[in-house]
């Protein structure tokens, strides 16, 4: 079933811009994680945010995790046109082996 | 990193042919891979959760006779297409969790199929 949604569904911005990419979720969960999938591709694991975190970072992306309002962010700074994919999020809501969950995805375009 | 290969990358076949989709966890061993399926612009749908050494597990709508899967060593999973149809052209994706408990997936380039 469908755990993550993101927002926007698409997003079309300029090189140098910051991008931000929201996504909600229904029930508890033990982390969730961003991914990565270019056009026709598989997907690449880019973050990781436990429960117990509130923001990550890893380069020019920013995470930041809300449990109360069950909602998670993806930042991407000083864009770049290579940035230029759809992003998902997935709920993972046991460690371990546990399957995830993605979202339908935020479609980022970023034009030079 | 950890590596997922996944072959073929795509395959155009006849209605009513079979077709094999490979997926190989290159320097590290899955004994859990998970097959999908992705439509255009959509996300992915978990299809089945392959075992190594024992029967996989289907989600709820997909056909288990339809959708072979086989998880015969430690490293690799196969999925098996059987009497393809048209409507079973799509987007599969395999992945495997590397070791370790807050680990992420590993995700194949996929395989896109297409049924003539």
């Known amino acids: 079933s469908q755990q993550g949604e993101e927002d926007p569904q698409a997003l079309s911005i300029q090189e140098g811009e910051n991008a931000t990419m929201n996504c909600s979720y229904k029930t508890s969960i033990n982390n969730l994680q961003w991914y990565r999938q270019n056009s026709g591709r598989g997907l690449v694991h880019l973050i990781l945010i436990r429960s117990n975190e509130r923001e990550k970072h890893s380069g020019r992306l920013r995470v930041t995790l809300d449990t109360s309002k069950k909602s998670s962010s993806l930042l991407i700074t000083a864009s770049r046109a290579a940035d230029t994919a759809s992003y998902f999020c997935a709920t993972d809501m046991n460690s371990g082996y546990s399957t995830l969950t993605f979202g339908k995805g935020t479609m980022l375009l970023v034009s030079p | 990193g950890a590596v997922v290969s996944q072959h073929p990358s795509w395959v155009i076949c006849k209605s009513g042919t079979s077709v094999k989709i490979e997926c190989r966890s290159l320097d590290f061993q899955a004994t859990t891979m998970f097959w999908y399926r992705q439509f255009p612009k959509q996300s992915l749908m978990l299809m089945a959760t392959?075992?190594?050494?024992?029967?996989?597990?289907?989600e709820q709508g997909v056909e288990k006779d339809k959708f072979l899967i086989n998880h015969a060593s430690l490293t690799l999973s196969t999925l098996t297409v059987t009497s393809a149809h048209p409507e079973d052209s799509s987007f599969y994706i395999c992945?495997?969790?590397?070791?370790?408990?807050?680990?992420?997936?590993?995700f194949g380039n996929g395989t896109r199929l297409t049924v003539t």
């Open positions: 992945s495997a969790r590397g070791t370790g408990v807050f680990s992420p997936l590993h």
């Open positions: 392959s075992n190594e050494g024992s029967k996989a597990t289907y």
